[in-house]
């Protein structure tokens, strides 16, 4: 991923832009459903080849957060707009929604990415948070107005 950046760097091809804002989405999902294993041993741990070295659970899952944050930063950070940034977690959602039965996880890499797609949006895009906390206040008022309607 890394190499397709400073491709882009020097390119800055429209193209190899959206390319690679995907892409880092896709990274970061799949290393969003990678924290959550069935259980930490052999297969869910990293490894590190060269060095016939298998990481601790906690080394593992500290390298995979790592690599979250790096992936949605990148994605950021080739995304030009708001609408953009949120187009693509819409297709990420999308994502985690199709993958419920393969996966058999639903909330917690939901949540996860939900939350840290919020932080690293914050970063570029400082009223993200408060068109969230507007759009929130707004589905709650609708949810509560649809709840006394059916109560």
Not at 42 to 64: M, W
Not at 71 to 78: A, E, P, Q, V
Not at 114 to 139: H, T
């Amino acid at each position: 991923m890394l190499f397709f950046l400073q491709f882009y760097l020097i390119e800055r091809s429209e193209f190899l832009r959206v390319f690679i804002s995907s892409f880092a989405i896709a990274m970061a999902l799949h290393f969003v459903f990678d924290i959550f294993p069935k259980g930490w041993s052999r297969g869910a741990l990293l490894h590190i080849p060269i060095l016939k070295l298998e990481l601790r659970p906690f080394v593992s899952k500290s390298f995979l957060a790592c690599f979250i944050i790096i992936s949605l930063f990148i994605s950021l950070y080739t995304t030009k707009i708001f609408e953009e940034y949120i187009l693509l977690g819409l297709f990420a959602i999308i994502k985690i929604i199709r993958d419920i039965k393969k996966e058999k996880k639903l909330f917690r890499p939901l949540i996860l990415f939900l939350v840290a797609f919020c932080l690293i949006g914050n970063l570029k895009y400082d009223f993200f948070q408060k068109e969230l906390i507007k759009n929130s206040s707004y589905i709650i008022k609708q949810f509560d107005k649809i709840s006394k309607k059916i109560i």
